[in-house]
């Protein structure tokens, strides 16, 4: 049973999460990625999370910021020791170990444990750890949305851009590096967000949808 306690984290958690939402027109149910503060992608490799090139992975399914984080129908696990690795496993409604909070950019699960990069490594395939919460650079996460690219080019100003956008969306593979300034693609993959810094820039999708960079939070 949640104690009193629990439930009051759990709701204070989630207040965060709002207001880091709050403005934005979206909601949180529609969270499909998450990556590190070095810009690699939460995944999945030989059971184990690890951070990842972006590459056209499927999204996570239904993290609505509070709850069960999930991929491929198994569940993100965070158990101790400290540096123990976070695993993706069955899914057990209740367990502790697998109710996840995206808190003021931390991934922190109900046993307590924050979603850490092993290390502060960047790259990768760098193991993702259990590991107290302390703040830290490598403790922190961003939250993105998919969304097509009629619907971007259709905030922007510049329908040139705008028409470059969406049919380099539709054309592309996924895990493409896109301006969303000028619809221009960037580089041969998508590696990492933070490449190409200082410029907008997503990820496509596949099928005319993009991952926005920026993230939430």
């Known amino acids: 049973m949640t104690s009193g306690s629990s439930r009051l984290r759990i709701a204070t958690m989630i207040a965060g999460l709002g207001l880091c939402l709050g403005g934005t027109g979206i909601h949180a149910a529609e969270i499909a990625y998450l990556s590190s503060s070095s810009g690699y992608m939460l995944h999945e490799a030989r059971g184990q999370a690890v951070t990842s090139n972006w590459a056209g992975q499927q999204p996570l399914q239904g993290f609505n ?11 993100l696990t965070g158990r101790g020791p400290a540096g123990q690795a976070l695993t993706w496993d069955r ?96 580089g041969v993959d998508g590696g990492t967000m933070r490449k190409a810094a200082g410029a907008q820039v997503g990820v496509t999708a596949g099928g005319g949808k993009l991952i926005a960079a920026g993230g939430l939070n």
Do not use: F
């Open 91 to 186: 899914c057990q409604p209740g367990d502790r170990n697998q109710a996840w909070a995206l808190s003021s950019s931390r991934l922190v699960n109900e046993a307590g444990w924050c979603a850490d990069v092993e290390g502060n490594r960047g790259g990768a395939g760098v193991r993702v750890v259990a590991w107290q919460c302390s703040g830290a650079s490598n403790q922190r996460w961003k939250a993105h949305l998919v969304e097509s690219a009629d619907a971007r080019a259709s905030r922007m100003a510049d329908q040139a851009a705008a028409n470059r956008l969406r049919e380099n969306a539709a054309r592309a593979p996924a895990g493409r590096l896109i301006d969303l300034r000028t619809g221009e693609l960037i």
């Open 65 to 75: 910021g509070y709850g069960a984080v999930r991929q491929a129908n198994k569940c």
